[in-house]
């Protein structure tokens, strides 16, 4: 990898630390902004784009001016790297005319159902701006969403031309979740020796203004969901690193692991230290779930492996069920691919990893009281684990009649909704909450809410769709790097669409471009495909 990337990444971490210490002003941002636009301009896109991705947990707000400070800089990034692709490849005059032509609008929609059924969601969205009652707020959720699917566009024309493409995203998603985890637990250390409020505090009023700006640093520092509580003990920090919330970050790392995995199962012969760095970075993303305290995060791998245990230990019905998961492949080597084995086996580990978690948590109660029993605190992500069936709990109450008011919504509005981006109409709030996290806490209800029946179909046919590609490429890829990929996304994609019933943090920026980057390589393999079965 070139090393002008690491120092431009270098230079992006020294700078936000200075910022963190007040060393330099949050301006700063607008400086570091432009030296990646300039860098961006000159350089080769392969090096922009992997500066871009190592970069997710880095993106800083932009403060234009007082009211206007959280607009991510990515967003400008992203067009600037998206604009100068277009102007180096230069637009085809033979691909307009064959836009236009129905034979080959029948072979684009083969080739790029992705970007059709993308089309044809944002196309909903738009529909229901005149069902809003907040059009601007719609209007930009709509810019939002558009912005971000670039990224698709750029690695997909990318990857699908050059392979080494793909290795080279990887190496920039390993930094990046790298950096995310590497903040989370200095997170976790840091309460061992300063109380939770002044790192609470500190954290809300000197490091969120960076990444998300001044209003949404006054909102943290008085309600945020940081901590875990439990009757009779102190709480306990639940690990969030450079996101708002602990539920982003879960889901981030989620993404994040298929990576892992992939490279763990690609050890290189011969070299045990490697493996065991690997295996010691998989524990660490899997204690980072435990430390999210993301209850809904631990019943949907719970989900995952449930079903799992189904098609492991009742194959011939999985196969009269579900027939055409198995193309060109004997069950019996799918069922027993190392893909099932080693998602099966972190699963595992991962609910192995509770009692270790609770005594770590403990240990961070004891540095913020010093006389605390240790009877009480032992089995502390047991105790949460175990309120999910509570549904007198605040949160499980509070969600189901969510839950409900979305369904009484859809009945009301069930074509175009209450309007993409007004989801707060829905509880008789301002549209302005949404700010303040109110959403249905469930993506279905929620895109249905908004956008109609017809949106939430679409978007299920795109989770659909997004599935089959991933297991047919998994099953007819040759080369073991995509191949192994492909399985692993494929499986953790149902841990990631279980999750999404308890809450929306796909559609957290950091999330969604790192889930979007996912299905730029997924496509341009599956494009790969494709072309050799055209051949």
């Known amino acids: 990898m070139r090393s002008k990337n690491y120092t431009i990444l270098l230079t992006e971490i020294i700078t936000i630390i200075l910022m963190v210490f007040n060393v330099l002003p949050v301006e700063a941002s607008l400086f570091l902004t432009g030296l990646l636009i300039f860098y961006f301009i000159f350089s080769p896109i392969e090096d922009s784009l992997w500066v871009f991705i190592a970069s997710i947990p880095l993106f800083v707000a932009l403060p234009i001016t007082e009211n206007f400070d959280s607009m991510a800089n990515w967003r400008i990034l992203l067009a600037i790297m998206f604009l100068v ?18 034979w080959k609008l029948r072979e684009n929609l083969k080739h790029f159902p992705m970007e059709y059924l993308a089309a044809v969601f944002l196309l909903i969205g738009f529909l229901s701006l005149f069902a809003a009652n907040d059009v601007w707020v719609g209007v930009k959720k709509l810019l939002f969403l558009i912005n971000i699917f670039l990224i698709f566009i750029i690695i997909r024309n990318l990857a699908s031309k050059n392979r080494e493409v793909i290795k080279k995203i990887i190496s920039a998603v390993g930094i990046a979740l790298s950096l995310s985890l590497a903040i989370g637990y200095i997170q976790i250390i840091s309460v061992f020796f300063a109380p939770l409020y002044t790192f609470w505090q500190y954290w809300a009023k000197n490091i969120i203004p960076i990444f998300y700006g001044q209003g949404l640093s006054n909102l943290l520092s008085y309600s945020n969901t940081w901590f875990s509580y439990y009757d009779g003990q102190p709480p306990t920090l639940r690990m969030f690193s450079v996101f708002p919330d602990s539920h982003s970050f879960a889901l981030f790392s989620i993404i994040g692991l298929l990576f892992l995995l992939t ?71 799918i069922r027993d691919a190392k893909v099932f084995q080693l998602v099966f086996g972190s699963l595992i580990i991962f609910f192995l990893l509770f009692p270790i978690s609770s005594w770590i948590l403990f240990q961070s109660q004891k540095a913020q009281l010093k006389d605390f029993t240790l009877d009480e605190g032992t089995l502390l992500i047991f105790k949460r684990a ?9 949160s499980a109450k509070t969600r189901l009649q969510i839950w409900e008011r979305s369904l009484v919504s859809m009945g009301l509005h069930p074509f175009l909704g209450v309007g993409i981006g007004n989801y707060p109409v829905v509880l008789d709030e301002d549209v302005k909450a949404a700010k303040r996290g109110a959403s249905a806490h469930n993506l279905y209800l929620d895109v249905a809410s908004e956008m109609g029946i017809f949106a939430l179909l679409i978007l299920l046919f795109i ?73």
């Open 85 to 102: 692709l277009v102007f180096r490849s230069g637009p085809s005059i033979t691909s307009i005319k064959n836009f236009y032509n129905k």
């Open 263 to 333: 490279a763990v199962i690609l050890r290189q012969k011969g070299n045990k230290k490697l493996l065991i760095f690997r295996y010691l970075n998989l524990i660490l993303l899997l204690l980072s779930l435990l430390f999210s305290g993301s209850r809904g995060i631990w019943a949907s791998a719970l989900a995952l492996l449930i079903l799992l245990l189904i098609f492991i230990s009742f194959p011939r019905i999985i196969k009269i069920l579900f027939p055409n998961f198995f193309i060109r492949s004997k069950f019996s080597q």
């Open 386 to 394: 175990k309120s999910i069936t509570d549904l007198s709990e605040v």
């Open 463 to 535: 989770f659909s769709e997004i599935f089959k590609t991933a297991w047919r490429v998994f099953q007819r890829e040759k080369e073991s790097l995509i191949k192994y990929w492909a399985g692993f996304f494929a499986l953790v994609l149902i841990w990631i669409l279980s999750y999404s019933l308890f809450d929306i943090v796909l559609l957290n920026d950091k999330v969604l471009l790192f889930f979007i980057i996912s299905l730029g390589i997924l496509y341009a393999a599956a494009a790969n495909l494709n072309q050799s079965t055209d051949l």
